[in-house]
């Protein structure tokens, strides 16, 4: 491949809703430009971006990919990183993976399906992050498709910046070409994405008429001048249109909508046109970043001729194609054969060869310019997020932000001894998708696997089972119950042991009851009077009580909020030991807990829900049925609302799949551990009984 000065390079990153064609609209792009001679097929598994086992078995993406091609502009030759990226909300992270490195956005809309969620949540992404966009609309060959009526829709949904670049030509309910609304021109399609000029036929007058009227005015609001010689009836040329549009367009103020077919490739010369014409290069944009020595933050441009710097934007670890680095040169130039400081991990990396991956194939190139987007091999310490700098130019640029995982299972490996592979093997997993995480719950005896979603955690076992032969059971996991007490009584406890010599004897009498602190396990105060017990065995009493309280009489949960105090005793001066009185409490407090009225508390945590409006009512039904409490409601002035509520920790389990089909998929929640309370009657006698069942069997 080409070396590629700044100016010449396009990073465009290709959003929508899973199925809607983005991975289709990849491979028409590569046919176009040559990269192919023929059109690979989703369903056949033979497209260049999904290339793994798993996608080519589900016939969706679970992992962004680059595809770069290179085109012939009309300024000279460009070369266009295409980011495609998955359209399931359980792969949220790979999306914004790629989001961060791109400098535009390719929205796909299928026209039949129309404004999808995926579409919604596409759009709300690009204007987070600034990104410029365009619609690409797909599926123009099905006749049942209305581009109009979408249209319409994308007007209403997203108001003015919405703007047709073109309007169809159908033949005999066929789609035969478009007219060109900038050049007020008919274009036929002759071979695939080839075209020839032809007439505009009269009944796209009308639609005509009502695009090319928005533009103009859309082109007069550029500045004054325009604006005066379009209220005097000037006409604009093509030139100071495109001019303008250009602005708006590289700005993220006007959305171009353009169309095509993917599957029989038509429309992709002219969206190479647009992307050259007015998508942004890196040489006009900015990056964020932080001075590693003095924390001050700055923006620095995409120049070549810096020190060099780079980001690493993604991983990928895979069996057969091997470990990859993928990064975006912030400034300078690349080369092989180099060293480069990793900023973020104060080491020092080797660059032995320099790739640009397209797909799962790695091509080796001589530089990498600022903008551009390649890949490392066989990186020591490089994860996703660092920086790689000169060492006279320590900076940290931000990475990706990713959404945090709030679904989880417990996992255990269905064959035993084969636990260090499974660890190893989901470490390589968490390293290539970072909105997987591992945990280790030593309290209830589990490993938790979290992620985006249930699907994201099937794909996982599948992959392990796949790549790395080994299997893993998902199952739902224990909740941290604790145990308490609600009254005071007060029990005596004496352990006394003569085994023909020096025996054992403690004797205790103490008073437990509620400390009203739910944080600590336990209080200890002594109010021994007399010498009852010498001060000396003191600790051996609190401490038989701290033990006591690590695994609580009721369920063999730990213990809270209890307050121990030592009210009298006695001793014997030759057997009383520490283990005597140590042993005593312990028989004291079992004694006790249970005539304590003992209960369970369950973990709450604070529950946000952000949700389309007219679902509001749906989820806080849905809360109230999980034993929720709606604390509040409060709208973000956009369409959606955000429902605060305090919920137990066990009654989320699987609420991300119940969310997503209250919400067609629109609808995100997030939590926080709050506090632990108490747990009602049938649901603390559900969780005793299942607890001595399962200690029993332990």
Known sequence: MNVYSTKQLRNVVLLGHGGAGKTTVAEALALVTGVTKRLGSVPDGTTISDYDKEEIKRQFSISASVVPVEYEGESGPIKINVLDTPGYFDFVGEVEEAA??????????????????????????????????????????????????????????????????????????????????????????????????????????????????????????????????????????????????????????????????????????????????????????????????????????????????????????????????????????????????????????????????????????????????????????????????????????????????????????????????????????????????????????????????????????????????????????????????????????????QSGGHGQFGDVKMEFGPSGDLETPYVFEEQVFGGAVPKNYFPAVEKGVADCCLKGPLAGYPVVGLKAVLLDGSYHPVDSSELAFKMAANIAFKKAFMEAQPVLLEPIVSLKVNAPDQVTGDIMGDLNRRRGRVLGMDSDHNGSTVVSADIPASELYGYGTELRSMTGGLGTFEYEFSRYEQCPGDVQAKEVEARAAELAED
């Open 100 to 497: 961060s490195v791109a400098d535009a956005a390719i929205i796909v809309v299928n026209c039949k399906a129309g404004i999808e969620p995926g579409t919604i949540k596409a759009w709300k992404l690009c204007e987070e992050m600034k990104l410029p966009r365009l619609i690409f609309v797909t599926n123009m060959d099905d006749d049942q498709a209305s581009f109009r009526e979408l249209l319409l829709k994308l007007e209403t949904q997203f108001g003015r910046k919405i703007a047709p670049f073109q309007v169809p030509i159908r033949e005999n309910e066929k789609f035969v070409g478009f007219v060109n609304v900038v050049k007020m021109e008919g274009r036929r399609f002759t071979n695939m994405s080839e075209y020839v000029q032809c007439d505009i036929p009269e009944y796209a007058e009308k639609n005509l008429t009502i695009a090319r009227d928005a533009l103009i005015e859309a082109v007069a609001e550029t500045n004054e001048d325009y604006m005066e010689r379009y209220f005097s009836g000037d006409e604009f040329t093509t030139e100071e249109i495109q001019g303008a549009l250009r602005e708006f367009v590289s700005k993220g103020e006007m959305v171009p909508v353009i169309m095509g077919s993917g599957i029989h490739a038509q429309g992709f010369s002219y969206l190479l046109q647009v992307i050259d014409k007015y998508f942004p290069s890196p040489e006009n944009l900015q990056c964020t970043g932080v001075d590693a020595g003095t924390g001050e933050h700055f923006y620095t441009g995409y120049n070549e001729e810096s020190a060099r710097s780079a980001k690493i934007w993604k991983t990928v670890v895979d069996p057969f194609i091997g470990r990859y680095s993928l990064l975006k040169v912030v400034t300078g130039t690349l080369t092989p054969d180099t060293q480069i400081y990793n900023v973020s991990r104060d080491a020092v990396e080797k660059i032995a060869k320099l790739y640009v991956l397209r797909g799962k194939d790695a091509i080796e190139v001589k530089e990498l310019h600022a903008g551009d987007i390649g890949a490392l091999a066989k990186l020591t310490v490089t994860e996703t997020g660092d920086t790689m700098a000169s060492t006279n130019a320590r900076v940290l640029y931000d990475g990706p932000k990713l959404s945090r995982p709030y679904t989880y299972k417990a996992y255990s490996a269905k064959t035993k001894g084969d636990e260090d592979k499974i660890s190893q093997a989901l470490s390589r997993l968490t390293e290539e998708d970072p909105t997987l995480k591992v945990v280790t719950d030593t309290e209830n005896r589990q490993t938790l696997l979290y992620g985006i979603g249930d699907q994201q955690l099937d794909i996982v076992v599948s992959k392990l089972a796949e790549r790395y032969k080994v299997a893993i059971e998902l199952r739902k996991p224990k909740f941290a119950f604790r145990e308490t007490i609600r009254r005071k009584v007060t029990e005596a406890g004496r352990y006394k042991k």
